[in-house]
């Protein structure tokens, strides 16, 4: 029987670490039964040592199938120990298993998240599941090997790292239709807030008359840090709103400097109705175009008609999903029936 070859103990990449699977302490107590069993057979003694017994109409096993179930049995019981570590090694599996930790916990769902199967709650967590697939994997091994006769049922289960804070990053764009981002080691990759859907802020607004905290918010609303600020500054009037134009004051007599900000929505509202041109010329569906974004029903819609915030790079997204489109018309759905421009 062919001997797997096992990577090095000291290579401690995810994707070689998630590739190692090794068996349970029980199991592999029943593996070393068995062996010890066929070996004994092979001597001709019973498992307790006393010589066998032949019964009347009862054939011994076939020695050569006894020899075949020992090899299968001990080259199991190879690959599935763990192997053992060196003092040094146990401090790099250690470095290791607190970087993985610190990569899995952005974007896991809390703890009350996880009780409430709310669509969003339940999207959260399948792109965790998703993105971070080959670290818990990973996480695992490391586990098994440090501690390999630790046969607690959650010793290596994710749950452990699970707390009641709401998720720091939103990881639902990362399988969604465009480029994934890749996860960097030196920094944590930044996602993008989208803006809060009116519903949210009306709650937001009525958590905040009843003086909850912070944190309750946050929990009830599933709000990360960087939304929760985005409603505080929206609450206290100070979040510009793109699609309100404000009335021009007929009693002055001089015109008004015009700021940066002004300047980049002037920029923002012709740079929207040149792409609310370009999808009715292509006859696109916005459905298919939020989808592509990861964008609530209705987002995309708000946004084209000055409703929302222009996140920063929103145009560039968009302008990627066309050009991708242009290349691709399977990418995205068009209208059947050609709208009107």
Avoid at 153 to 159: D, G, H, I, V
Wanted: with cysteine; hydrophobic share 35%.
């Amino acid at each position: 029987m062919a001997t797997q070859t096992r990577p090095p103990v000291d290579d401690l990449r995810v994707e070689m670490l998630a590739k190692e699977s090794y068996l349970k302490p029980a199991q592999r107590e029943e593996l070393q039964e068995n062996i010890r069993r066929d070996e004994a057979y092979l001597q001709g003694r019973a498992p307790n040592g006393q010589p066998l017994a032949l019964v009347p109409g009862i054939p011994l096993p076939d020695a050569d199938m006894v020899r075949e179930n020992m090899a299968r049995d001990k080259a199991m019981l190879e690959a599935g120990t763990p192997p053992k570590l060196t003092p040094l090694q146990i401090r790099q599996h250690m470095r290791r298993l607190d970087e993985l930790d610190a990569e899995i916990r952005p974007g896991m769902p809390s703890i009350d998240q996880m009780q409430r199967p709310l669509g969003t709650n339940i999207d959260i967590a399948i792109a965790h599941e998703r993105v971070n697939k080959a670290r818990v994997l990973a996480r695992k091994t490391i586990l098994s090997r440090l501690d390999p006769e630790n046969d607690e049922p959650n010793f290596r289960s994710k749950e452990l790292l699970r707390t009641n804070d709401p998720p720091t990053v939103d990881l639902r764009q990362y399988w969604r239709n465009y480029e994934l981002i890749k996860w960097q080691k030196e920094a944590a990759v930044e996602v993008e807030e989208l803006p809060l859907d009116d519903d949210t802020f009306l709650k937001f607004c009525q958590f905040k008359a009843a003086e909850w905290s912070a944190k309750s918010i946050k929990r009830e609303l599933a709000l990360s840090e960087g939304q929760y600020e985005q409603a505080m500054m929206r609450l206290q009037g100070l979040q510009p709103t793109m699609g309100a134009d404000a009335d021009e004051d007929e009693e002055s007599s001089d015109p008004a400097p015009v700021t940066k900000a002004e300047a980049n929505g002037h920029e923002r509202r012709h740079d929207l109705a040149w792409l609310k041109a370009e999808i009715q010329r292509r006859h696109l569906v916005q459905r298919s175009i939020e989808e592509a974004l990861g964008l609530k029903q209705g987002t995309f819609g708000q946004i084209l008609a000055g409703r929302l915030r222009v996140p920063t790079t929103f145009i560039s997204k968009v302008e990627a999903i066309l050009a991708k489109f242009d290349q691709d018309p399977s990418t995205l759905r068009v209208h059947e029936t050609p709208v009107a421009s």
